[in-house]
Antibody, heavy 114, light 105 residues
Framework: EVQLVESGGGLVQPGASLKLSCVASGFTFSDYWMSWVRQTPGKTMEWIGDIKYDGSYTNYAPSLKNRFTISRDNAKSTLYLQMSNVRSEDTATYYC???????WGQGTLVTVSS | DIQMTQSPASLSASLGETVTIECRASEDIYNGLAWYQQKPGKSPQLLIYNANSLHTGVPSRFSGSGSGTQYSLKINSLQSEDVASYFCQQYYDYTFGAGTKLELK
């Protein structure tokens, strides 16, 4: 059974950095592209970006590429999202997803507030 | 960027009724569209991919259609477990529609 478990969310101050993780199981992690998607409290869904199965290539939503970095460790079956200089508008639930968005984690909530 | 306009924003329907939700893309997306269902407090679940292909395990009362810039999700014989929000997403730059909240009348 495919499982994706995100962690690392919480309350963070504006301007700070935060790193989210997504541990995968139930499939060959190193064979698949992985994506991050976020959902705001108002339920707006936004694709953040993705990473190639070997980690050699990443794509980002243009509005986020200067502050967010996606990486992966195939030996640990783990996907990461490094967020820097966070803003209040980054408050959202962050999901990892894979296999053409067929599988999603449960999400981790990031709240940016002073 | 390709914009996705989803309608209606909310919808109230009776059990057994047929419901249709629509998404319009700002340019031709060549059937590169998915539909998701999201229940309160849960993650999105894939229903339809490539505009009209039913994802594994999804009940056959759900169907997708469309082409070019216009796409729709139809739910036949609405069931109580279909109460949820529904989102479309295009595959070119992965933008989502704003969502449709479906409630029972």
């Amino acid at each position: 059974e495919v499982q994706l478990v995100e962690s690392g969310g919480g309350l963070v101050q504006p301007g700070a950095s935060l790193k989210l993780s997504c541990v995968a199981s139930g499939f060959t992690f190193s064979d698949y592209w992985m994506s991050w998607v976020r959902q705001t409290p108002g339920k707006t869904m936004e694709w953040i970006g993705d990473i190639k199965y070997d980690g050699s290539y990443t794509n980002y939503a243009p509005s986020l590429k200067n502050r967010f970095t996606i990486s992966r460790d195939n030996a640990k079956s783990t996907l990461y999202l490094q967020m820097s200089n966070v803003r209040s508008e980054d408050t959202a639930t962050y999901y990892c997803t894979t296999i053409s968005f067929a599988y999603w984690g449960q999400g981790t909530l990031v709240t940016v507030s002073s | 960027d390709i914009q996705m306009t989803q309608s209606p924003a909310s919808l109230s329907a009776s059990l057994g009724e047929t419901v249709t939700i629509e998404c319009r893309a700002s340019e031709d997306i060549y059937n590169g569209l998915a539909w998701y269902q999201q229940k309160p407090g849960k993650s999105p679940q894939l229903l339809i991919y490539n505009a009209n292909s039913l994802h594994t395990g999804v009940p056959s009362r759900f169907s997708g259609s469309g082409s070019g810039t216009q796409y729709s999700l139809k739910i036949n014989s609405l069931q109580s477990e279909d109460v949820a929000s529904y989102f479309c997403q295009q595959y070119y730059d992965y933008t989502f529609g704003a969502g449709t909240k479906l409630e029972l009348k």
